[in-house]
């Protein structure tokens, strides 16, 4: 388990109080749409995503930043490696 | 023929022939489960996404902030649960009217057995709620208001955009409980400013069991039905395509007729509610006389019963009701009337009128030349009549 | 909901009214409860004579004032006090659970009346005696027990009482 601090985000998706499977389709579909090299931010209280999501980023070739444990929710931060942006693209490999 | 003049339209409304039409195929042809990966089921889930283009256009959303219920009662139990469990940390203190619909005021009590606190909000003998007194009841631990747009049982309508800019300045969610009012007035949640909005398929004409609960974006909402996929993890299950496509045509007719209904609503309410206060004495309008809905009338009538009121109306072929259902079956006066200062023994003589696009003038005709003739006989066996209790009840 | 008889009595309901000259008089039922009945007997040789009554309430409140008129009419006096909610309920094919309370208060409003009678040919009218008694008591709307007025609970059912 990665933890960071401060981490400047280009942009956040809330999946608080939602769970499994969500947390591993919403972030595919928010990455689609954004550009390479770009942050993600995802808040999420579901303990199943820590596991999850850094599994889910090696398998589709996207970068574990780290986690942030925050008042009321873990926040996950993944960079974007490949992809152009468009959102037609398949991000789940 | 018997003669039928149907007057409970809040209760329930005949399905439209364009609503089922449309509907039609989805209960064989096209039967997919929008869930599945194939093309039979990614056809139905673009199906839905239209559908909830459509119900977001008739209240002025965004598509993504439209959550597709089984009505206006999970809507209602959606926003009051999914905001007050949500945001527990925030605090612990929700604010209702005390004449709210069951949904939301039994949702608010469910709080009241865990660890938070409700607080009832007074009316006025109109039914109105006042934002000043909203603003003062608002503490640190406030996290939700929830006051209903419209009352199904007094027709007031209540001063929503001033609740929700008390709300606003004070970092506070507001819900909504909009099922008496999307299909009878222009409805825009952006214009009103509220957080969440409930809605149902009834007042439509859509088939029942069906509705949605606009949440504004980025809002937080627990779950009650934890399960797949659906309606983006915010409520599980497997959609009901049917009704669903069913809700999307309603919303976009009523979209296209609203205007003209209401103006044909209007006129024949206040035909009713001029002659029956002429020609019946000591009956009360109930609610607002001007800030109420278009085709809503509610009375209370002295000295006789609601239930045989509905009863003896409905062997002459017309259907209203009387006040709340619920409370009724229950043997329970009126929350609502004595919440408005109704003395009970008046409130029992309560009894509603919901009319439709489908009411005409010679319904409205039918129920005047009926109603005092039906009231006369109940008030000639009632003890109530023609005694000290016929103290002036129109006042 | 109903059955057929209680429909049969609601929309035609026997001997409504008052008479002037009543030798008893009872009431039952609390009109903040939405239910409340009036009956006027005459006597003649230990028979009721005449019925009447009057009835604020609903569908079965009417259906249950007429039916027990209908029972009781020519009977004597015991065989009338006799009348159990039970066996009006029957008569009318059957109440709903939550309207069997509608029974006991006609069975009740009756009773009062043949007490009142009986009160008067003992003494002073019972109607006189107790009109004040009845303004000083609280009805149960459950179980329509008459409570005194200072009592918070049903001494009968337990039920909260509404003032």
Known sequence: MKFVKDIKADDTLDLVCRMCPLHLLEPGEKLACMKEGQVLEVLTDYDGALEDIPSWCEKCGQEFIGIEEDEDCYKLYIRKKKGNGDGKESISG | MEKKVYLDNAAATPVRKEVIEEMMPFFDAEFGNPSTVYDMGSRIKAVVDVQRAKVAELIGARPEEIIFTSGGTEANNLAIKGIAFAHRKKGNHIIVAATEHHSVLNSARFFERLDYEVTFLKVDEYGLVDPQRIRELIRPETILVSIAYASNE?????????????????????????????????????????????????PLEAPKGTGALYFRKGLRLMPLLHGGIQESGRRGGTENVPGIVGLGKAAELTLQELPQKMRHVKVLRDKLVSGVIESIESVKLTGHPETRLPGHASFCVQAIEGEALVFMLSSEGIYVNTGSACASKALKTSPVLLAIGIPPELAQGSIVFTLDVTNTEEDIDYVLEKLPFVVGRLRSMSPLWGKKETAQASS | MYSEEVMKHFAQPKNVGEIKDADGIGEAGNPVCGDMMSFYIKVKDGRLEDVKYKTFGCVAAIAVSSKVSELVKGKTLEEAKALSKKAVAEALGGLPKEKMHCSNLGAEALGKAIADYEARHGGMPLAEQTEKQFEVTLGCCDCSTENPPQAKFCMSCGKELKK
């Open chain 2, 154 to 202: 007094i027709g007031t309508i209540q001063p929503i955009s001033e609740i929700a800019e008390v709300c606003k300045n004070k970092g506070v969610f507001f819900h909504t409980d909009g099922v008496a009012t999307v299909g009878n007035i222009p409805v825009d949640v952006k214009q009103l400013g509220v957080d969440l909005l409930s809605l149902s398929g009834i």
